[in-house]
């Protein structure tokens, strides 16, 4: 499976997401091909130093450089996972068609049945609405008000942005980063097995 992780530059949240999340597929013996772009990133430019210091200490001692969101990448991904809900609506409003393996990384890793229920919901409804802004067609007002009335029953799913912050911050979000991505796994996981037990 191809994950691409996305959030603004690409220096601080994307690229720690990145690193933790092939550490540790890895480290269960999954395999997964992970990458990291930003929506507003320049080519090539470094981690900040506290997110490479985090990763260092976690033992992971990828050099990842910032890349920019493109059409390639999106193509390439089998799921694209932002940081916050701000970075999924710009993915999706760029590139309506891969609405459908598009969503925040918490969400993703979200595990209540019933929020899971509403979420589905809410991801069929951004999709049809952003595909029809994409056509120039009259978006439908009761779906919009649907929309309007689950998005304010989510849970609160952005992970926030520690640039220039202290080392302490990069810490907090780096824990809050790994608590999702170990679900993620958890998650992958489940799925593979009910496959093999299809097979």
Known sequence: MRILFVCTGNTC???MAEGILRKLSKDRGLS?????AGVAATNGAAMSAHAEAVLRDQGIEDR????????GLVDWAD?????TSGHMKHVIHYFPAAADKIYTLKEYAENDVQVLEAQDELHR???????????????DKARQRRLAELIRQMPAYDISDPF???RME???VALEIRSALERLLDKLEQ???ENSGKA
């Open 191 to 193: 799925a593979d097995s």
């Open 170 to 172: 990069y810490d907090r």
């Open 79 to 83: 799921l694209i996972l932002t940081l």
């Open 125 to 139: 409804l951004v999709a049809e609405l952003e595909l029809d802004r994409a056509l120039g067609k009259e978006l």
């Open 64 to 71: 990842i450089t910032s890349t920019p969101l493109s059409e």
């Open 164 to 166: 220039g912050g202290s």
């Open 13 to 15: 949240r994307s690229p």
């Open 32 to 36: 997964l091909d992970v990458r990291s």
